[in-house]
């Protein structure tokens, strides 16, 4: 190790160690911390994230990355954690630390305010402070911006590399081209499917039970990992070594099993990172969209494909006689794929999920570029979804207030989640290509798709882009129209269109 | 606030918000972290805790801490805040770095060395780096030692203030004078009391709602609060407003329920600490021994008294039909204060647990003082249990390799859990002068009792020590004849010998 390199090192030692320990804390606080440790935790939260900022905005952290630039005995590992260190550097650095305090103090009472007001269902009780956040969303980014650069392509860039306007345009218009009619014709010509039997009284401890089964099944290996409870499933880790899924159990047993499918598969992400790796700025997913790639794909392509349930799905009705036992594997399979038009996200099924990204991804464009009037926020919102998915929110707490994202100023994340969607899909069909996809499934042999994704992808951490990542697996840029074609196919079939 | 006591307390932000994210680690290891994590977390506390170590001995705590020794303006809190804080400061910085670090490292590994030699019975693989553990730990209280002070002082000092060998050389002999006797006698003429049913198929979902119930009635706040399970029980706290206990559940139903007690006495300590103390140097107990005060006078003071099971044996009874319904009262009190001479310090019953620690006492003199061949601890722990106790442990595992605590180094620790016991007693005899301690329980008032030790102990954290808190509130210095006669007196009772 070069004594350049060797000083870095010792730096981010330090600033990774305290982002271990806010995950840490954050991880606590969604599953385990009392109810009112509220405030003196967060005092303890804000002085780490402090004493983070300042350690990465430190001259000696700014010394340190110029003299490893400047060296040219540097693995190429190396270089990539210079260049990644660099780049976060300048995310922070180039914020004024007041205004990075001051902007850290509005989110944190900014979300409060959104949550009251989603639960007063008062879009104007939330309206100026959200105002607040966009402005200080634009002011970071217009920091960033390069002559002429939109900032909403700033904003776009920061949680996906290479991605703008131009792309997202292409992207959602022709997923609004094929699926909105596609929509309609399964609610005026498709087929009813029954799912009644999936709500009832699935029972918390196997519904429990059910989560390890399905989580080690898919090699979510739980001496490297834990699965806890929370409100909202989510999924983190504290290095390679230590990587967390929750899930949440209510009385409709898809609920659980496809946030454990989900978040398993952003878990697998983080087991498959390479040991060198964890624990450096090169040491977490590629991008956000493509860990959103790798947790869609087992949910959607894979945990929804009926192949992959032939070997599970007797053991499924084991657990669940009393309401699985009269119901075919090919009836649970169409339940679970079931497509039906809602005002809620999360809540949304694989067909209209991309719908409800792409409606913020059009608001977004129109709050940061064309600063929308905020106040017309809640009917725009109402009038979109009337338009894509033909219903209409009673109220603000159903339609504009209903992601907490906004409210944490993460302008340019939500599609991410779209793009997850297509990544995985372009990914899907170059696997078809390869290898016998739905005969591993049937033939239980899901670990010889966990491990070329792990080869592929997951390995490599930030070491590629996204767009790197997708072009060196399927020897094809960016494209999304794999995604478009998946879901049409899919769900003409489905309803019997086709 | 002084601008002196500005800059420290500035200081003290940083390192209390480090020590806050190492006990989160700490807890998180013990309840929930996967098996593997070890070494990748193990780096990140390492680094935490050097950080910690670096903000402690720095100069700028130095230079703030001198200037408020020079400011007449502090208020008696920050007052006491400067002492702790130069305490602690001293305490660390007469550690040369390079041998904090290698006692760092060395005890990270004993404590493995240990767990194995502990399973493979084996005392041989764990004496070479116990003597080494031995020599740091003399070293480091050399360092510290006043002129002509003795080492073993020096450590005892360190875990109890204004506790020495003479002090306890006169509590333990007390103690040995009348215990050890009165055990023989209950062997030879006490009568047997039954206690089968304690153990039994006892469901942990049912143990777990009793261990709620329980800590609910003595009036452990789970807003906050947390109760989890490990395999030792342990309580420790962000804040006073997060404060965590665990048990751990097998077939001995009152092993899980007496170590919620004992853990809840622990965490009505911290919950009580005043709001203003917390998150400060002087926002914990005030001492080991005060704290084991607390939990031991809930576990056995208060929880094996029978009228503190008059209101709510009931519910045990109907929690556990099956195993309790012919169970009387009188007959599961007898059962739960059954005194009988083991091995193992952690089970032992309340009349021969302060046995236990005084072996340790004289063993632990042994060592430091006259420099004890460590080959020959087997064979005099053995000795000492037998004529003490009148058992011997048939190999190491159940003898001198039982307890972690000197593979991590702490010698001088052990005598504050008799310590413990005995400042419970005292402030037992007091409070029976005061109120009608056993009406309140038999009422189930309990509240007041624990209000009183709010009051007089709890709130004050580190701002009185021990030997203070027990003259301000007993009007007595530490008297251990209180405890010595409380035994007697109960088990003499209870066994028919009186």
Chains 1, 2 share one sequence.
Not at 48 to 58: F, I
Not at 115 to 130: G, V
Not at 185 to 196: A, H, N, T
Not at 405 to 416: A, R, T
Request: glycine share 6%.
């Amino acid at each position: 190790m070069s004594k350049a390199y060797e000083q870095l090192s010792g730096l981010l030692e330090k600033t990774m160690a305290l982002q271990t320990s806010l995950i840490l804390f954050e991880w606590d606080n969604e599953t385990l911390a009392p109810e009112e440790a509220g405030s003196y935790t967060a005092k303890v939260i804000g002085i780490l994230s402090e004493e983070y900022y300042r350690a990465m905005t430190d001259k000696a952290m700014e010394d340190a990355i110029e003299a490893c630039e400047q060296d040219l005995s540097l693995t190429s590992l190396e270089k990539a954690i210079v260049r990644e260190t660099k780049e976060e550097r300048e995310r922070l650095v180039c914020i004024p630390s007041r205004e990075y305090r001051e902007f850290a103090q509005l989110t944190a009472e900014s979300t409060r305010v959104w949550m009251k007001a989603r639960q007063e269902k008062n879009f104007d009780a939330f309206a100026p402070t959200l105002e607040k956040v966009i402005q200080y969303q634009k002011k970071f980014a217009s920091y960033r911006a390069k002559e002429g650069e939109a900032l909403y392509n700033v904003m776009l860039d920061g949680y996906e590399k290479g991605f703008d306007m131009n792309t997202l345009d292409r992207f959602f218009g022709e997923l609004k081209e094929t699926i909105v009619p596609l929509l309609r014709d399964i609610k005026e010509k498709g087929r009813k499917i029954p799912s009644d039997f999936l709500q009832g009284d699935y029972p918390e401890d196997k519904q429990r039970l059910l989560a390890v089964m399905i989580g080690e099944y898919m090699g979510f290996d739980f001496k490297r990992g834990v699965l806890g409870v929370s409100a909202h499933p989510f999924t983190t880790n504290l290095h390679n070594h230590d990587v967390r899924i929750t899930t949440s159990y209510n009385d409709h047993v898809d609920s659980s099993l496809f946030s454990v499918i989900h978040e398993a598969g952003h878990g697998l992400y983080e087991l498959g990172i390479a040991d060198e790796l964890t624990q450096t700025p090169v040491g977490q997913g590629a991008s956000m969209g493509m860990h959103e790639s790798q947790s869609r794909f087992f949910e959607n392509i894979v945990g929804r494909n009926e192949n992959f349930w032939v070997p599970i799905y007797g053991k499924v009705q084991e657990l669940f006689p009393e309401q699985l036992k009269d119901i075919t594997l090919k009836q649970f399979v169409d339940a679970i794929n079931k497509a039906e038009p809602g005002l809620i996200r999360t809540e949304a099924d694989e067909l209209t999920y991309s719908l409800h990204v792409m409606i913020r991804y059009e608001l977004e464009k129109m709050i940061v570029e064309d600063n929308l009037d905020i106040q017309k926020l809640p009917k725009i919102w109402a009038d979109k979804y009337e338009e894509y998915l033909g219903v209409r929110p009673a109220n603000p707490a159903e339609g504009v207030l209903q992601d907490i994202h906004w409210s944490q100023g993460s302008f340019g994340y939500f599609p991410s989640y779209a793009l997850g969607n297509a990544f995985g899909a372009q990914l899907y069909y170059h696997m078809r290509k390869i290898m016998d996809f739905d005969g591993l499934l049937r033939e239980g042999k899901i670990d010889q798709i966990r491990d070329y994704l792990r080869e592929h992808i997951h390995q490599y951490g930030k070491l590629k882009t996204s767009r790197e990542l997708l072009k060196d697996t399927t020897g094809e840029d960016f494209n999304p129209s794999y995604y478009v074609q998946y879901l049409k196919e899919k769900f003409s079939s489905l309803y019997g269109l086709s």
